[in-house]
């Protein structure tokens, strides 16, 4: 479960001047292995300066084209985004694990409406729906509202406008721009009055079936907020966070002592020790165990196990539903030992 494929880059495609999308070449053997839904995101692993890296970036391209691509944008101090951006070049392989994430957009034969409320890179997984539903919903509309500090770093907006244009009954962008202002767009950011203004003035004719949002983790929280508080239901709410707040300060509820962990993860079992305020995924790596993950925030959901014995506690919570929980899966990277004993297993989540 958590191998790697060793992919080749086929082209490197510089989207603005700090973003690059990087097309994978997928052999025939293995195009069903890393066959995926529009939202979900891959792996990279890397070793950058002699230490492993591993980074979740959303793939940008439509499910059924014959390459993947996905879209890294380089932020400050970004070990992983700074090597893509400077180092990677046309014909180099990396490291991939197959698709994974929970964030994702079915295509639907019937006639839906959709609006996604996206921000900086929080497009990447929104282009993927945007292709899907333009090329395979033929009477569907999408609405997308894209938050960005100004054009020049606004990733794929070429390719929004033309695909705008292409389907000007289909798709409807609102530019909202931070530090510019831009002939026919927004100034601002994305926030509750410019929520109200797209549902209830620009789109109120609209009944939207799902409502998508990614990027930081503030502009979701208010986005989801001001959809509740025009009766959306939750259950039609979609999101995926690229960043979160900082939990370091989150102590475990001061649990002390020790848990003896068994492990299977690969169709292998293992026995570990460990302290009950280490996090599970922690622990597990620790002791050189390969486990799947990725993000190690809790925000990408690499990391889920289920928990088959004992009994553990997430102080964060971002990701699963009270039912998945009910059901005994976790966040290794957001779980710890209650219990003295605990079994989870990776390969049942």
């Known amino acids: 479960m958590s191998q790697f494929t060793s992919l080749t880059i086929k082209a490197i495609i510089k989207e603005t001047p700090s973003a690059v999308s990087l097309v994978f070449e997928i052999p025939p053997e293995k195009q069903d292995r890393f066959s995926f839904v529009a939202g979900q995101f891959l792996t990279l692993k890397a070793f950058i300066n002699g230490e492993e890296v591993r ?55 019937s006639k839906q409406n959709y609006i996604a409320f996206a921000a900086g890179s929080g ?50 962008i609102e530019f909202i721009y931070s530090r510019e202002n831009i002939e026919n767009s927004t100034f601002g950011r994305i926030e509750k009055s410019i929520v109200n203004l797209v549902l209830k003035n620009k789109y109120k004719d609209i009944v939207f079936n799902d409502f998508f949002l990614c990027g930081p983790e503030g502009m979701i929280n208010t986005v989801k907020d ?29 649990q002390k002592g020790t848990s003896s962990v068994f492990i299977t993860v690969d169709d292998e079992e293992f026995e570990i020790q460990t302290n009950k305020n280490v ?4 622990a597990v790596l620790n002791n050189d165990i390969d486990a799947p993950y990725s993000c190690k925030g809790g925000v990408c959901c690499s990391c889920i196990c289920r928990v088959t014995e004992g009994e553990v506690h997430m102080p964060i919570n971002n990701l699963l539903t009270d039912s998945e929980i009910a059901e005994g899966l976790v966040l290794a990277c ?8 605990i079994k989870i297993d990776f390969d049942d989540a």
């Open 334 to 341: 957001q779980a710890y030992a209650k219990s003295n004993l």
């Open 123 to 172: 497009i990447t997984p929104i282009m993927s729906m945007i292709k899907t539903v333009l090329l395979e919903e033929k009477e569907s509309k999408f609405v997308l509202v894209y938050g960005n500090k100004n054009s020049e770093e606004t990733m794929f907006s070429e390719e929004l406008i033309t695909l705008q244009k292409q389907n000007p009954s289909r798709l409807f």
């Open 55 to 109: 980074r979740a970036y959303s793939i940008s391209s439509h499910p059924n084209q014959e390459n993947i691509q996905i879209s890294i944008k380089k932020i400050a101090n970004g070990k992983f985004s700074t090597y893509v951006n400077e180092t990677l070049q046309v014909g180099d392989q990396i490291e991939v694990m197959v698709p994974e994430g929970k964030f994702k957009l079915h295509p639907n034969k």
């Open 279 to 282: 996090n599970l995924l922690d």
């Open 226 to 254: 001001v959809l509740l508080e025009n009766g959306i239901s939750e259950k039609i709410i979609h999101f995926e966070l690229f960043t979160t707040s900082n939990t370091s300060e989150i102590i475990t509820n001061n």
